[in-house]
C-alpha cells in the first residue's frame, strides 16, 4: 500500500520572546514566508529563511493587545485587537500602533481569523463570528451571543467551503457538581455579503475519559461532514463527525461521541498539553510539552515516523503549534522556533521500516541557515559527526578534538550552517569538557547567528575567556537585542582584573579629557572599549527598552554614566568608520532606551538626580549649539544671495580673495 513518509531536517530559532510580554500567537504572511509574531505589547513581522525582522510596531503603555495580528492582503493591512473592543488596523509604513485607525465595539471580541482569499473574521467571546468589514463599517451591529453565560470559548477555526467559509467553535463548561468539563462545539456557515450573526448547529463532544480535558483540535472537512480532530489531556487523539442532518440550527445539541484513532504514550501515565496540527491528508503533527519535542505521525498506520526535541532552542513549554507552507512553528514561552519537513510518497514496508538502502536514499535539505549554498557531507564525515555530536562516543576533551580534526578534512563541515551549529551546541552544552580550540574555528567560520547558537556567550562567559568572547562578538551575525543587554549586563559586573588593555583601543574611549564640560569616563580603557562593540550592534530601540527592564538598578546607572559620558564625546555617524565606532545617534539610542525602561525608578531615586541632570544639560547644550548652526546658515544663505561676486568675469579666476565679515 502507498503512504507519505515524513523528515524532519532541521531546527532553528526565529526569534525570542521578552519575558515582559506574553506571546498570543503567530500568523502567516506572504503563505509562510514571514510570521506575524504577537505579544501583548508588540506586533513583528519576521522572515523566517535568515529570521530576520522586518517589520515592529510597539503599543502604548496602559493598553493590551489582546489577539494576534493578522494580515488582510485584500487591503494590504495588518489588523488586531486592543482591550478586547478596539480594532486596530494599519500598514506597513506606519510608524507606532497609536497612529492606527480604530473601530470600538459594545461587545468583548476573543480573536481575528484569517484565510488566504477571503477577508477575515471577527470571533466575539459569545462564540459569533463576523465579517470584519461589516463590523468597521457599523460598529454597533448587535451581535447575538451563541454560547451561554456559563461557557467559555477555548477554541475556534474556520476553513474554506466552496464560495462560503465554516467556521467551528468550541466552549467549555463544568459539568454540575464535578470539576470535570462538558464541551460542545458550534457550527456555522458564513456567506459572503451577510451581515447578521449566522445560524449555528450545536454539538456536544464526548471525551475519552471522564478526566480527561481537551488541549487542542484540528477542522478536516470531508464532503459530507466536517470532522474535528482531537487530542486530550490523557494522550487521546479522537475523531468527531459533524454531521449537520443529525442536527437543527439554534436547537439542543447532539451528542458526537469520540472516535479513538490512536493513544500517544505519555512518560508515567502523565498528564500533559499537547499541540497538534494536520500536515496533510496522511500526516499530523504534535507538540509535546512534557518531552519537549515536536513528532509527525502517519494517520493511515498510526506509526512515527519523525522526532525532533526543541532542547536546542532557547525557551522552555510549547503554547502552540503551527503549521505554514513545509514549516512547523512551535511557540514556546520565551522563543518561537521553526522546523522544516518534507513530506514524500513511500511504501507500507517504508512506513514499518521495512524499506531498502536504495528506497531510503532521500535527500534531506538545510534551511533557514545563512548561507544560500548546499552542503552535503560525505558519509564518512556524516559518521564523524555522528559521533561528534553524542557524548557517549567522545566523553573525553582529547576524544572530542581528535574525531574534530578528522572532520575538518572534509571542506564541507565548516561550509554547512546546520553542522556548524549542532557541533556548537554539543560545546555548550558538554559540562564535562572545554573544547576551546573547536569553538574558535567554528565561531571564526562567521555562519553562526544569534538565534542560532543559544548559551553561546553565556558558557564562555561563564569560562571567563573574554578573547574567546570578544571573538563572538565580532563574528556572530544578527545577535538579538535581548542576548545584547545580556553582554551590556555581563560587562557592567565584570571585574577589571579579567580584562587586559590592549595596544589598539578604539580611538572614541578618551579616559581623560582637559575639558569642565566633559564628564569623567566612569570605566575602565579596557571594559569601555568591548562595550562600545556591543553598543555598535544593529538593534531595534522597542526591543531593547524591553531587554533592558532586566537590568539591576546598580547597573542601570552605572550605565546611564556611561552613556551620559558617551554623550558628550562620540562622533557623528558621517565622522566615525561605520559599525567599528559608536556614534552619537547610537548613543541616544540606547540612552532613551534605558530612560524609557526604568523610568519610574530613575525619577523617584534620589541617586539618580545627579546623573539625569547631567543628560539634560548636555541636550540642552546640543540643542543650542545646532540652533546657533541653523542661524549662522541662515546667515551666510543670506549674504551669498545678496552679495557681489567676489572675483569679476575679468579677473583671473583662478585668483582667490578673502573677505572677513563681522557679525553682530
Known amino acids: 500500500g502507498q503512504s507519505n513518509m515524513a523528515t524532519i531536517s532541521s531546527c532553528f530559532a526565529v526569534c525570542s520572546v521578552p519575558s515582559s510580554a506574553r506571546l498570543l500567537g503567530i500568523e502567516p504572511m506572504c503563505g509562510g514566508e514571514n510570521l506575524i509574531v504577537t505579544t501583548e505589547k508588540s506586533v513583528r513581522v519576521y522572515r523566517v529563511r535568515d529570521q530576520k525582522l522586518l517589520h515592529t510596531w510597539s503599543n502604548r503603555q496602559g493598553h493590551l493587545l489582546t489577539s494576534p495580528a493578522v494580515y488582510n492582503p485584500r487591503t494590504e493591512e495588518f489588523v488586531t485587537l486592543q482591550n478586547k473592543k478596539t480594532i486596530c488596523l494599519w500598514t506597513k509604513e506606519l510608524e507606532h500602533l497609536s497612529k492606527c485607525t480604530k473601530v470600538t465595539v459594545k461587545k468583548p471580541i476573543s480573536l481575528i481569523k484569517a484565510l488566504p482569499d477571503v477577508e477575515p473574521i471577527l470571533v466575539f467571546e459569545g462564540g459569533a463570528p463576523l465579517w470584519l468589514s461589516h463590523i468597521t463599517a457599523a460598529p454597533d451591529t448587535p ?70 480535558t481537551l488541549s487542542d ?7 459530507t461532514c466536517t470532522k474535528i480532530l482531537s487530542v486530550w489531556s490523557c494522550g487521546s487523539v479522537c475523531s468527531h463527525s459533524l454531521d449537520a442532518s443529525t442536527a437543527d440550527a439554534g436547537a439542543e445539541s447532539v451528542v458526537v461521541p469520540s472516535n479513538v484513532l490512536h493513544k500517544l504514550d505519555f512518560p508515567g501515565d502523565s498528564v500533559t498539553t499537547v499541540s497538534m496540527a494536520m500536515l496533510g491528508p496522511h500526516n499530523i503533527a504534535f507538540a509535546v510539552d512534557s518531552q519537549d519535542t515536536v513528532q509527525i505521525w502517519d494517520t493511515k498506520f498510526w506509526t512515527l515516523q519523525a522526532d525532533r526535541s526543541l532542547q536546542d532552542v532557547a525557551g522552555t513549554g510549547i ?99 546546520a553542522a556548524v551549529c549542532q557541533v556548537v551546541q554539543r560545546v555548550v552544552s558538554e559540562a564535562t569538557f572545554w573544547a576551546r580550540s573547536v569553538l574558535v574555528d567554528l565561531v571564526g567560520t562567521g555562519l553562526l547567528s544569534g538565534s542560532s547558537s543559544p548559551g553561546l556567550f553565556e ?82 530601540g522597542l526591543f531593547l527598552q524591553d531587554s533592558l527592564v532586566e537590568l539591576q538598578f546598580t547597573q542601570v546607572m552605572e550605565f546611564l554614566r556611561y552613556l551620559h559620558y558617551k554623550l558628550t564625546c562620540a562622533p ?11 556614534t552619537i545617534d547610537q548613543v541616544v539610542d540606547w540612552l532613551c532606551a534605558l530612560l524609557d525602561a526604568h523610568f519610574t525608578q530613575l525619577v523617584l531615586t534620589p541617586e539618580s538626580r545627579e546623573a539625569l541632570l547631567g543628560v ?20 551666510l544663505t543670506q549674504l551669498k544671495d545678496n552679495s557681489p561676486a567676489l572675483v569679476s568675469k575679468k579677473q583671473d579666476e583662478s585668483l582667490y580673495s578673502i573677505r572677513t565679515i563681522q557679525i553682530f
Not at 571585574?495 to 583601543?505: C, G, I, T, W
Open 143 to 212: 451581535v447575538l451571543d451563541m454560547l451561554d453565560i456559563e461557557e467559555e470559548l477555548v477554541w475556534c477555526d474556520v476553513i474554506p467551503r466552496g464560495g462560503s467559509v465554516l467556521a467551528v467553535c468550541i466552549s467549555k463548561e463544568t459539568r454540575t457538581g464535578s470539576q470535570n468539563y462538558n464541551y460542545t462545539a458550534y457550527q456555522c456557515e458564513m456567506l459572503p455579503g451577510n451581515q447578521a450573526t449566522p445560524d449555528y448547529q450545536p454539538f456536544q463532544l464526548a471525551p475519552p475519559d471522564n478526566d480527561s
Open 217 to 223: 483540535c484540528c477542522l478536516v472537512d470531508h464532503q
Open 319 to 417: 503554547e502552540k503549534l503551527y503549521i505554514y507552507g513545509d514549516h512547523m512553528i512551535v511557540a514556546r514561552q520565551s522563543s518561537v522556533a521553526a522546523l522544516s519537513f518534507t513530506i514524500q510518497p513511500t511504501s507500507l514496508a517504508a512506513v514499518m521500516g521495512k524499506q531498502t538502502a536504495e528506497t531510503a536514499a532521500l535527500v534531506t535539505q538545510e534551511w533557514g541557515g545563512p548561507s544560500k549554498r548546499r552542503r552535503h557531507l560525505s558519509v564518512e564525515s556524516s559518521a564523524l559527526l555522528q559521533k561528534l555530536l553524542d557524548p557517549q562516543q567522545t566523553k573525553s576533551l582529547a576524544a572530542f578534538e581528535q574525531t574534530f580534526s578528522q572532520l575538518k578534512t572534509d571542506g564541507d563541515l565548516l561550509g554547512s550552517p
Open 459 to 540: 558558557r564562555v562567559e561563564k569560562q571567563k575567556d573574554v578573547e574567546l568572547w570578544r571573538l563572538c562578538l565580532q563574528h556572530v551575525k544578527e545577535i538579538p537585542e535581548a542576548t545584547l543587554v545580556g553582554r551590556v549586563q555581563y560587562l557592567l559586573g565584570l571585574d577589571d582584573s579579567l580584562l587586559v588593555a590592549e595596544s589598539d583601543l578604539s580611538a572614541d574611549v578618551p579616559m581623560e579629557t582637559e575639558e569642565k564640560d566633559i564628564p569623567a569616563c566612569p570605566l575602565s580603557v579596557a571594559k569601555a572599549e568591548l562595550l562600545d562593540k556591543v553598543l555598535c550592534r544593529s538593534y531595534s
Open 572 to 582: 557623528s555617524p558621517s565622522q566615525g568608520q561605520q559599525g567599528s565606532v559608536v
Open 616 to 635: 539634560r544639560e548636555v541636550v540642552r547644550q546640543r540643542i543650542q549649539f545646532y540652533q546657533g548652526l541653523n542661524d549662522l546658515d541662515a546667515l
